[in-house]
C-alpha cells in the first residue's frame, strides 16, 4: 500500500488499482472523492451506472473509522456487501433480516474498529439504539444513498429519510455525502434543505448513458416484434421488458416462455413471495428476462442487463429515461428498445383525461407526455432530445436508430389533408381503422352501411398502404393535428390547429414509417462482448461457466465474483501471467490471489 503520508490523490489512486482493481477514476470521481476525503459534505448527481459507490467507499478507505452508508434497499445489502468483501474490504449490514445473534456481531465489530463499510437501514438507524452505537464508534463518513427518497413528490418517498437531518445534529464533524440519480432541480432543492446540506459541494455529471442506444420503432406487431428483438440482438442476454397492465405482464412472460425466452413476471398485483423470489432469480441467473410493471423499479443494480424494452409507451421522459437507465450499468454496450404506435398516444391521452387529477396537474402530465410524444417522433438524434429534455446540450450521437439509419421525412402535408378531411366528412366519429378503410377505398360491411363509399374521400389514398396511414394517423395526434374523443371510443377529432393544414396555410413534414425488420442496427462497433471473436467468445463462454460454478459454490451472485467486461478482457487478451492479469480492469489485489491462477489457466485455454 501506499504510504500514510503521501498526497490525498495518490492514496485514492492507490485504493481504486489495488482494491477495486481499476486504472483510473472516472469523470467527477476524483474530485469527489478528494472533497469528502478530506472531511467535505457533498451532494452527487450522476446518472445510473454513473460510478457512485466509489465516491464514497474509496473515502471511506482512506479516512479512519468505519463509513456509514445509508440505503433503503434492504434486499441489495447482502450483494452489496459480498461484493465489498471480494474485493477485500471488511463490509457489513444491519437490517431487519439479521438475526439477533448476528446484529450483535457487527455491533461489536463496529465498536471495535474492525469495519470499513456497514450499510445500514434508515428505520434502523434512526433508533435511539442504533444512534447510541455510532456514538461509541469512529465513523470516517456517512453515505445517503438513492438522497431523492426524501422527495415527497417523488414516488420513492420514504418518510425516515425525513429524519436524517439529525445526522448532521448528532455527528457535526463527520462528512456527508448524499447520491442520487434523479436529476431535476426541485428534487435537488429538496434534498439540500431536507439533510441539511446547505454547505455541501454540489457535484453534477452529465446524464449521458454514452453506451445505451436508444430505438423506437414502429408497433406493427409487437410481441412478435419483441421475439424477434431478442432473439436476434439479444440471445441468452438479461433483459427488462416493460408494459402498462399487469394482465399484460403475465401474457407477455407466458408467451415468451412458450417461445423459449427465460422469461419471469412481476408487478405489484402478484403475492410478495413470488414476486420476491422472481427478481432474486432474476438478480442472481444469468440471462433472465423479467416482464414487468414500472413497479419494478429501484433496487434493481445488476451491472449487466444488455436491454430494456419497452411494449407500452411510458408517462414522460423521466420515466424512460429511468427505466432504460437500468440497462448497461457495467458500461458494456446495451439496448434501449421501444414499440410505439397510434394506441399508446390514445392509450396514455385518455389515462390522463379520465383521471381524477385537478386541472392543474392534467396540464401537467399532458406536456411531459408531449415532450416524449417528441422524443418518439424526431427525425433528429434521439439522445440529443433526451438530453435538451434535461438541460443539457449535445452533439449527434452516432448510437441510437436516428443517427445509424436516419429515417426519411416527407411532405406529408396533402396525405394530412385527405385524412382531417376523412375525419370531417365521416362526421368526426370514428377511429383510425375505419378511417384507412375509407381513404384507400375498401369496400367492407360498414362503410357500405355507412354510405362512405360515397364520400368524396372514399378512395382518395390509395397511394398510401396501411402501415404508411396508420403512422399518418399516429404523428397528426402526435402533433397536435388532431385529437382523440375518448367519450366517444376514441374516435378522431379535428383540432383548433387542423384548420390551417385543410386551408393550405401550414406545411407538415413527417417521418417515414420504417417498415419491420429495416432500420435495424448496422454491426456494432467491435465494443465489449458482443465484438468478442469467435474464439474469444468461447473463451469467455467458458470463463462464464467458471464464474457460475464459483458463485454457486460461495453462494453469491455471478457479477459479485466478476463482472462481464472483466471476464471479456480476459477472453480477448489471454493474459499468460498473473502481472498481465493484473492490468485487466476489475481486477484488483484480492481477486487476482484467489482467482489469478484459475483464470490464467482458462485464458490459455487449459482448466
Ligand atoms: P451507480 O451506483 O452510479 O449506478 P456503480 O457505482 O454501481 O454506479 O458503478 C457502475 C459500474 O461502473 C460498476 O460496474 C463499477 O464497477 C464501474 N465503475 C465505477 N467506477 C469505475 C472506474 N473508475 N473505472 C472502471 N469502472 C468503474
Ligand atoms: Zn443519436
Avoid at 260 to 275: F, K, N, Q, V, W
Avoid at 351 to 373: F, G, N, P
Avoid at 485 to 495: E, I, K, M, P, S
Wanted: hydrophobic letters at 45%; proline letters at 4%.
Amino acid at each position: 500500500m501506499t504510504a500514510v503520508h503521501a498526497p490525498l490523490g495518490e492514496r485514492a489512486l492507490a485504493i481504486l488499482r489495488e482494491v477495486f482493481g481499476h486504472a483510473a477514476f472516472r469523470g467527477a470521481q476524483a474530485e469527489i472523492v478528494g472533497h469528502v476525503a478530506a472531511g467535505g459534505d457533498a451532494l452527487v448527481l450522476m446518472p445510473t451506472g454513473g460510478g457512485k459507490s466509489l465516491c464514497y467507499q474509496v473515502p471511506a478507505l482512506l479516512r479512519e473509522g468505519t463509513g456509514i452508508v445509508v440505503s433503503p434497499l434492504i434486499a441489495l445489502m447482502q450483494d452489496q456487501v459480498d461484493a465489498l468483501r471480494q474485493a477485500g474490504v471488511r463490509a457489513a449490514f444491519l437490517n431487519s433480516t439479521l438475526s439477533a445473534a448476528r446484529a450483535d456481531a457487527v455491533e461489536r465489530a463496529l465498536v471495535a474498529g474492525g469495519l470499513d463499510l456497514l450499510y445500514v437501514a434508515p428505520e434502523r438507524l434512526l433508533t435511539p439504539r442504533c444512534l447510541d452505537l455510532l456514538g461509541r464508534a469512529q465513523l470516517a463518513l456517512f453515505a445517503i444513498d438513492e438522497a431523492h427518497c426524501v422527495s415527497q413528490w417523488g414516488h420513492d418517498f420514504r418518510p425516515e429519510y425525513l429524519q436524517l437531518s439529525v445526522l448532521a445534529e448528532r455527528f457535526p464533524g463527520v462528512p456527508r455525502i448524499a447520491l442520487t440519480a434523479t436529476a431535476d432541480p426541485q428534487t435537488r432543492a429538496e434534498i439540500v434543505s431536507r439533510l441539511a446540506l446547505a454547505g455541501a459541494r454540489v457535484f453534477v455529471s452529465s446524464f449521458d448513458r454514452p453506451n445505451i442506444r436508444y430505438a423506437i420503432v414502429d408497433k406493427d406487431e409487437p410481441r412478435a416484434q419483441l421475439l424477434a428483438f431478442i432473439r436476434e440482438e439479444h440471445p441468452g442476454d438479461a433483459g427488462i421488458v416493460y408494459c402498462l397492465s399487469r394482465k399484460k405482464v403475465e401474457e407477455t412472460a407466458e408467451w415468451l416462455v412458450g417461445h423459449g425466452i427465460a422469461a419471469l413476471a412481476y408487478h405489484a398485483g402478484m403475492d410478495a413471495e413470488t414476486r420476491a423470489a422472481n427478481q432474486a432469480r432474476f438478480q442472481r441467473e444469468d440471462g433472465i428476462v423479467m416482464v414487468a410493471t414500472i413497479a419494478f423499479g429501484m433496487g434493481i443494480d445488476k451491472p449487466d442487463v444488455r436491454f430494456v424494452a419497452h411494449l407500452d409507451l411510458p408517462k414522460s421522459i423521466e420515466g424512460y429515461y429511468q427505466e432504460t437507465g437500468r440497462a448497461g450499468r457495467d458500461g458494456l454496450p446495451a439496448d434501449a428498445w421501444m414499440t410505439y404506435g397510434l394506441a399508446d398516444v390514445v392509450q396514455q391521452r385518455r389515462l390522463i383525461e379520465q383521471s381524477e387529477a385537478a386541472e392543474d396537474y392534467k396540464r401537467v402530465a399532458s406536456a411531459k407526455l408531449d415532450a416524449l410524444l417528441g422524443l418518439c417522433e424526431t427525425a433528429g438524434c434521439r439522445r440529443v432530445r433526451l438530453l435538451a429534455y434535461f438541460g443539457e446540450a449535445a452533439d449527434p450521437c452516432g448510437n441510437c436508430d436516428t443517427c445509424l439509419a436516419p429515417p426519411e421525412t416527407w411532405d406529408a402535408t396533402v396525405a394530412a389533408q385527405k385524412a382531417l378531411s376523412a375525419i370531417y366528412r365521416t362526421g368526426q366519429r370514428f377511429g383510425a381503422v375505419h378511417l384507412i378503410d375509407v381513404l384507400r377505398g375498401k369496400a367492407t360491411e360498414r362503410t357500405a352501411k355507412l354510405g362512405h363509399d360515397r364520400l368524396s374521400v372514399f378512395g382518395v389514398g390509395a397511394e398510401l398502404d396501411e402501415a404508411a396511414w396508420r403512422g399518418v394517423f399516429r404523428q397528426l395526434v402526435a402533433l397536435g393535428l388532431a385529437q382523440v374523443d375518448h367519450a366517444a371510443h376514441g374516435a378522431l377529432r379535428l383540432t383548433d390547429a387542423s384548420r390551417a393544414v385543410l386551408k393550405g396555410e401550414r406545411k407538415v413534414e413527417m417521418r417515414r414509417s420504417v417498415a419491420r425488420g429495416k432500420g435495424r442496427r448496422p454491426a456494432a462497433a467491435p465494443v465489449g462482448v458482443r465484438g468478442l471473436a469467435a474464439g474469444d467468445r468461447e473463451r469467455f463462454e467458458r470463463l462464464k461457466q467458471w464464474r457460475r460454478d464459483e458463485a454457486h459454490r460461495q453462494g453469491v451472485p455471478a457479477y459479485v465474483i466478476l463482472h462481464d467486461a472483466t471476464l471479456a478482457e480476459i477472453a480477448h487478451r489471454r493474459p499468460a501471467t498473473l502481472a498481465e492479469l493484473a492490468a485487466v480492469g476489475g481486477i484488483g489485489a484480492k481477486k487476482l490471489e484467489r482467482y489469478g491462477a484459475a483464470l490464467v489457466a482458462l485464458a490459455r485455454g487449459e482448466g
